[in-house]
């Protein structure tokens, strides 16, 4: 059986990321979302623009995706989809790291909770399930909008909430964290969203890169961070190697 052709799986990712936007993007944005070299960026675009798959706007030089194209096949993967592949791993990871797992989806500047497994003890909890998270102040938010310039864009352009004394509501100390973010892989959030609670996540990622989900470990500062406040080596690395997992699950051939 022939190989699969990287250049069109990438190919694919851009135009599912422009059909997931809702505005107009930089060629170093989408670049910067999916993990792209600048000169592989602008290669993708260039075809796309010359088949007449998106459109590049002569003032600005940003990019969207062609009307022609705005079918409902280019939209994201639908987030019962992503939680049926996800449930697999979901629970091994709550079981190794001993902390509440959330999956989340961006939803108009928000992170939705798709798949929420209790932390593995007898301590009172409620299932979150299909709630509302802050993008700016939570680890899965920060994965998201770090992969998502569109959406990133439109949460600086007002004002962001503090919903504590740690949360991030600086634009320009947002974009910082973003691009350190994209930079390591992962997010870590310390107190921002609630005080005295933590979290870490990592982006799950489908054909040529594009990041439809984040998944990560919620729970007590003291368990997800060490003393000096940073996240627990063991615990960034147990929930990389599971976000890994299921984007290999979400890229098999044939499913």
């Given at each position: 059986?022939?190989?699969?052709?990287?250049?069109?799986?990438?190919?694919?990712?851009?135009?599912?990321?422009?059909?997931?936007?809702?505005?107009?993007?930089?060629?170093?944005?989408?670049?910067?979302?999916?993990?792209?070299?600048?000169?592989?960026?602008?290669?993708?675009?260039?075809?796309?623009q010359?088949?007449?798959?998106?459109?590049?706007?002569?003032?600005?030089?940003?990019?969207?995706?062609?009307?022609?194209?705005?079918?409902?096949?280019?939209?994201?993967?639908?987030?019962?989809?992503?939680?049926?592949?996800?449930?697999?791993?979901?629970?091994?990871?709550?079981?190794?790291?001993?902390?509440?797992?959330?999956?989340?989806?961006?939803?108009?500047?928000?992170?939705?909770?798709?798949?929420?497994?209790?932390?593995?003890?007898?301590?009172?909890?409620?299932?979150?399930?299909?709630a509302?998270?802050?993008?700016?102040?939570?680890?899965?938010?920060?994965?998201?909008?770090?992969?998502?310039?569109?959406?990133?864009?439109?949460?600086?352009?007002?004002?962001l909430?503090?919903?504590?004394?740690?949360?991030v509501?600086?634009?320009?100390?947002?974009?910082?964290?973003?691009?350190?973010?994209?930079?390591?892989?992962w997010?870590?959030?310390?107190?921002?969203?609630?005080?005295?609670?933590?979290?870490?996540?990592?982006?799950?990622?489908?054909?040529?890169?594009?990041?439809?989900?984040?998944?990560?470990?919620?729970g007590?500062?003291?368990r997800?961070?060490?003393?000096?406040?940073?996240?627990?080596?063991?615990?960034?690395?147990?929930?990389?190697?599971?976000?890994?997992?299921?984007?290999?699950?979400?890229?098999?051939?044939?499913?």
């Amino acid at each position: 059986m022939p190989g699969l052709i990287q250049s069109i799986e990438r190919a694919a990712a851009v135009i599912r990321l422009l059909a997931a936007g809702s505005g107009w993007l930089r060629a170093s944005e989408i670049g910067a979302s999916l993990g792209l070299a600048k000169a592989t960026t602008h290669g993708i675009l260039r075809t796309l623009q010359h088949v007449g798959f998106v459109q590049q706007d002569p003032a600005t030089g940003r990019y969207q995706l062609a009307a022609a194209v705005l079918e409902p096949g280019t939209r994201p993967m639908d987030r019962n989809e992503l939680r049926s592949r996800v449930i697999n791993w979901a629970d091994p990871l709550a079981a190794r790291s001993g902390e509440a797992v959330r999956v989340g989806i961006l939803l108009d500047g928000q992170v939705l909770v798709v798949h929420h497994v209790f932390r593995p003890d007898d301590t009172p909890q409620e299932l979150e399930t299909g709630a509302l998270l802050p993008a700016h102040a939570t680890a899965l938010g920060k994965v998201l909008l770090a992969h998502d310039a569109g959406s990133a864009r439109a949460l600086w352009a007002g004002p962001l909430t503090a919903y504590t004394r740690r949360t991030v509501v600086k634009p320009v100390a947002l974009r910082r964290a973003l691009a350190e973010v994209r930079e390591q892989g992962w997010a870590v959030d310390v107190e921002e969203a609630t005080a005295g609670q933590s979290g870490i996540a990592a982006p799950i990622r489908t054909y040529g890169g594009l990041v439809v989900g984040a998944i990560g470990v919620s729970g007590p500062t003291d368990r997800v961070c060490d003393t000096a406040g940073r996240a627990r080596p063991q615990l960034v690395t147990l929930v990389r190697e599971i976000a890994r997992n299921v984007s290999r699950d979400l890229t098999k051939v044939g499913t």
